[in-house]
């Protein structure tokens, strides 16, 4: 049987390798920046938003191999939620990475919820927490501030 972690740590490195969804969007109907000074990432999630659904989302930026992968993830698995969805799986995540309490996601979203496994293993590293869960602050970010843009930083 293949080691969880080592399949972890391989999700990670690939998609820190090879980022899915990183790219700006022209005219997008929101973003946000997302700042962690702690260890230097930057990153813009952009979105398009039809009604409350997003049917497009990528981000730029640059970041550490656990931002980026956690950037990437994100975006797979946003591409066709509603913001309510989003706001859940946002969350959720956050309890899964910090220990914390939150309610568990919908039935319907548990398969992609479960793509986020990977990324638990930060809850050992409160600095990397920083790292895996600033893609999402700036997604919370853009979606409370549309077209207009926001930038969030961790402290
Ligand atoms: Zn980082």
């Known amino acids: 049987?293949?080691?969880?972690?080592?399949?972890?740590?391989?999700?990670?490195?690939?998609?820190?390798?090879?980022?899915?969804?990183?790219?700006?969007?022209?005219?997008?109907?929101?973003?946000?920046?997302?700042?962690?000074?702690?260890?230097?990432?930057?990153?813009?999630?952009?979105?398009?938003?039809?009604?409350?659904?997003?049917?497009?989302?990528?981000?730029?930026?640059?970041?550490?191999?656990i931002s980026t992968a956690s950037a990437s993830l994100m975006t797979e698995i946003l591409k066709g939620k509603t913001e309510a969805e989003a706001q859940q799986l946002f969350h959720a995540f956050q309890a899964k990475v910090t220990g914390?309490?939150?309610?568990?996601?919908?039935?319907?979203?548990?398969?992609?919820?479960?793509?986020?496994?990977?990324l638990s293993g930060v809850k050992a590293y409160p600095v990397r927490v920083k790292c895996a869960t600033l893609p999402w602050r700036a997604l919370e970010a853009a979606l409370k501030s549309g077209a207009i843009g926001a930038t969030v930083k961790t402290e």
């Open 1 to 65: 049987m293949m080691d969880l972690r080592e399949l972890y740590q391989d999700i990670i490195l690939d998609h820190g390798q090879r980022p899915r969804n990183k790219h700006a969007m022209e005219a997008p109907s929101h973003f946000a920046n997302g700042h962690n000074p702690l260890c230097g990432d930057k990153i813009t999630i952009y979105l398009k938003m039809e009604g409350d659904r997003i049917v497009d989302v990528s981000f730029e930026g640059r970041g550490c191999a």
């Open 100 to 118: 914390g309490e939150a309610p568990a996601p919908d039935e319907a979203l548990e398969e992609d919820f479960e793509r986020l496994d990977p």
